[in-house]
Nanobody
Framework: QVQLVESGGGLVQAGGSLRLSCVVP????????MAWYRQAPGKQRKLVAA???????DYDDSVKGRFAISRDNAKNTVYLQMKNLEPEDTAVYYC??????????WGQGTLVTVSS
């Protein structure tokens, strides 16, 4: 089972920005889609943004216009640029990837806290 490695979480004031990164370690043949989920306290994990191997993206309505997902296929890395953060964005953010021949993989989560 591949464990994705996330970084970039932290504490930020409302209106601020953060950039999350997630690396798929090891020698990987191909990664299909990559995505970011988040789970706020007491709530279910929810898809935030996704990106296909060709660069097509999709976003939850709550983050459209504020968050941007991108990927660097040469580095097996996906990013989530978050701007104009709101207290409601506070959550643990998880990276997810669909890896060729290995299947679904998750990161350990990185905490994002937005203070008002």
């Amino acid at each position: 089972q591949v464990q994705l490695v996330e970084s970039g979480g932290g504490l930020v004031q409302a209106g601020g920005s953060l950039r999350l990164s997630c690396v798929v370690p090891g020698s990987i043949s191909s990664i299909n889609w990559m995505a970011w989920y988040r789970q706020a306290p007491g709530k279910q994990r929810k898809l935030v943004a996704a990106i296909t191997s060709r660069g097509s993206t999709d976003y939850d309505d709550s983050v459209k216009g504020r968050f941007a997902i991108s990927r660097d296929n040469a580095k097996n890395t996906v990013y989530l640029q978050m701007k104009n953060l709101e207290p409601e964005d506070t959550a643990v953010y998880y990276c997810n990837a669909d890896i060729q021949l290995l299947g679904d993989a998750w990161g350990q989560g990185t905490l994002v806290t937005v203070s008002s």
